[in-house]
């Protein structure tokens, strides 16, 4: 390595220039001065664009399963194996920082960018974070953590003002962030929208909580033309505009010669340039890949079985061999953008895809017939293409079981815009109630990035399996899941109600500017909790071909925290995995609390007739709230409840424990 160059060896205007992107995907270097860094979009697998002779042309790469999949999988193992993996697919193609993992909260289930996101839950999106952001970067690929913050709306993005109390970001929307920087991402992405009324281009209060309260030591990006007055972006903390825009350039260089940027603002932003091109440098010593691209294809399987959630099972399913079936509908041949969300995040495929019907004909030894029945369809109220199913009804009505393949994809899940339902198009709502009507075997699968309104259909058929945005190889495990030949093990990562008008923040979406969050804490299932007739399924919900049994629940004051330990106990005859869930509820709360909150999970194998002794550590600051009063997170002394379920709204478990003068004690 050349001498390291520091701010003090560079001209400003050099660092004016430093602090502006290089075109859209680089960091400039200077002819090789200083190392540069090549970024690329995540996070489902890298979308790496390449330009040729003025053509942009996207490469080809492994696609996994969407993050609301992963987040279904509520197996941290997946989440790091999966940043694993494609920290080999960077390394293939020169990339030295993947922009991912996004971890906004799931505030409204119409957000277009959902299937892009984790949780309802801080925790849950946080925790899984974390861990793919360690796998990425223990392979040396630098992690981009996105979008700060309080993106959770995709209309109006460059404009809209999220306004949101002290407490509810510190507690919801800042806490995925501040679990996840614990795993030291080399860079976070600010957000389009406007967070209280600032930009987040030129949120100096949240960079400042960034950097002095959750260590985060990395550079803060912008998102890709986000930035509206690059110095008062600089001003703020702001240290790369992506991607290279010359009149914000210009207009930088003019107000530092006008002395509207001090040195000192402007080399701070340098300097965090410099290093992070120092780091991938570092970074890049290291190329090996240590994964073939079958071996990724594998986790990539993994994940999509592990993310599959049963929602609804009438003893139809696994289906036995020898079943006949048959498969409705064009999701059963998806192509590319049938099985994945639009926008930035759109993988192309390396090879053409998986053919339900055919992979059940393997599996029940018999000929599965096929019906397309539906295209994509239409959205309920928009256009009129497609909107009666075409279903000849000969070969479903011959059919032990008919299996619609149903669901949204890229023509409705898309970045830029919000869904305009949580209906799925009514062709294929029809598609379902027709089919069901000339069958009354009928088994639903989804693929889908985001909650689904089901009211239309779901009392008419007898099974219902969310396979998620499962990605080009995830057919292979939606069969198997069918078949029995993998035990579903997902569980929802959010709340699935009955419909739109159900959650708290639907009467705050309109024609707007401003959205106000005024169901503050509340959101996802610290709502439910209080109104539970809204909820179709809840939060950590999904069924298994397996049963379990919890059973003798401890809880060990250790290290400040606690350890709770219980048995969950497999009662079939079938191996299976089940989810536990840890929620901390306190019971005579002084400051308004949701009822209860996540503080743990664990997902364990359990073989048929066994039992598994689970752990799961709490620390003390799992008791604590935001503290808007002190301005600090505080566990207040009184007695909280530990309670330990399957799903938000099915605990098995529960015991007290008391804080008093910041000791815990057992009750
Ligand atoms: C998206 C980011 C993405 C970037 C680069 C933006 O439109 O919001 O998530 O990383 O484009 O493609």
Redesign the pocket.
Same mark, same amino acid.
Do not use: P, T
């Given at each position: 390595m050349t001498k390291k160059i520091t701010v003090k060896d560079l001209t400003a205007e050099e660092k004016l220039r430093l602090i502006c992107a290089d075109g859209?995907w680089y960091t400039v270097d200077f002819g090789g001065k200083i190392p540069r860094a090549c970024?690329s979009?995540?996070p489902v697998g890298l979308?790496a664009e390449r330009e040729e002779n003025g053509k942009k042309t996207t490469l080809p790469a492994v696609s996994y399963p969407s993050v609301q999949s992963l987040a279904n999988t509520w197996s941290r193992e997946c989440a790091r194996r999966t940043g694993e993996a494609l920290a080999d697919d960077c390394k293939e193609r020169g990339v030295d920082i993947l922009? !991912?993992p996004?971890v906004n909260i799931k505030r409204n289930p119409l957000n277009g960018?959902n299937f892009?996101y984790f949780s309802e839950d801080p925790y849950l999106a946080g925790t899984l974070a974390y861990e793919y952001i360690d796998g990425l970067q223990s392979r040396n690929v630098g992690a981009?953590l996105?979008?700060f913050c309080c993106?959770n709306l995709e209309y109006n993005?460059f404009h809209l003002s999220s306004e949101v109390d002290e407490r509810t970001l510190r507690e919801i929307y800042y806490k995925p962030f501040e679990i996840a920087c614990a795993a030291k991402p080399v860079a976070v992405?600010s /957000?389009?929208n406007r967070i209280n009324g600032t930009y987040g281009s030129e949120y100096q209060k949240g960079y400042d909580v960034l950097r002095d309260e959750f260590g985060f030591d990395g550079a803060i990006y912008s998102?890709?033309? !986000?930035v509206r007055d690059r110095t008062a972006a600089c001003k703020a903390g702001l240290d790369i505009e992506?991607p290279f825009n010359g009149k914000n350039y210009e207009k930088l260089v003019a107000d530092y010669k006008a002395g509207k940027l001090s040195d000192e603002e402007l080399d701070a932003c340098a300097a965090r340039v410099l290093e992070l091109g120092y780091r991938c440098e570092e970074m890049r010593r290291d190329r090996t890949v240590r994964l073939t691209t079958e071996e990724r294809i594998e986790v990539a399987k993994k994940t999509a079985e592990e993310s599959i959630v049963l929602l609804k099972n009438d003893g139809i399913l696994p289906l036995k061999r020898g079943t006949k079936a048959c498969v409705c509908g064009c999701y059963g041949k998806p192509d590319a953008g049938m099985v994945a969300g639009g926008? /930035? /995040?759109m993988v192309e495929w390396l090879g053409k895809g998986f053919s339900i019907p055919d992979l059940l004909s393997e599996r029940l030894g018999t000929e599965t017939s096929y019906e397309v029945a539906f295209y994509w369809g239409t959205v309920v109220g928009h256009g009129a293409y497609g909107c009666n199913p075409e279903i000849s009804g000969d070969q479903a009505a011959r059919a032990d079981v008919c299996v619609v393949c149903a669901g949204t994809g890229a023509q409705f899940e898309y970045? /830029?815009a919000d869904r305009l339902t949580m209906k799925l198009p009514a062709v294929q709502e029809r598609a379902i109630c027709e089919l069901a009507a000339i069958n009354p075997n009928v088994v639903v699968v989804l693929f889908a990035g985001s909650a689904i309104d089901m009211s239309g259909w779901i009392d008419r058929v007898k099974g219902v399996v969310f396979a998620g945005f499962c990605g080009e190889y995830g057919g292979e495990a939606v069969a198997d899941v069918l078949c029995g030949a993998v035990n579903p093990s997902g569980k929802l990562s959010e709340t699935f109600a009955n419909s739109f008008e159900d959650y708290p923040s639907a009467h705050t979406y309109g024609n707007m500017n401003v959205v106000c969050y005024e169901e503050g804490l509340n959101v996802g299932y610290r709502y439910f909790d209080r109104n539970p007739a809204g909820v179709r399924f809840p939060f950590g919900f999904g069924l298994s071909y397996s049963e379990f049994a919890y059973s003798a629940l401890e809880i060990q004051p250790k290290d400040g925290g606690a350890e709770i330990s219980y048995t969950v106990e497999n009662l079939s005859l079938r191996d299976g995995k089940e989810v536990s869930q840890v929620y901390v509820r306190e019971c005579n709360p002084l400051v308004y609390r949701p009822v209860k909150e996540l503080k743990g999970f664990s997902k364990d194998a359990v073989k048929s007739g066994k039992k598994v002794r689970v752990r799961v550590r709490l620390d003390f600051n799992a008791f604590a709230h935001w503290s808007v009063s002190e301005d600090r997170w505080k566990a207040a002394d009184g007695v909280y409840e530990i309670l330990v379920g399957a799903s938000a709204a099915d605990i098995r478990l529960a015991a007290k424990l008391e804080i008093s003068d910041g000791k815990l004690t057992v009750l």
């Open positions: 859209f970024v979009d995540g979308r922009l !991912a996004g960018r892009e981009c996105k979008h993106n993005r992405m /957000s389009y998102d890709w033309d !986000a992506f926008g /930035s /995040s970045e /830029s």
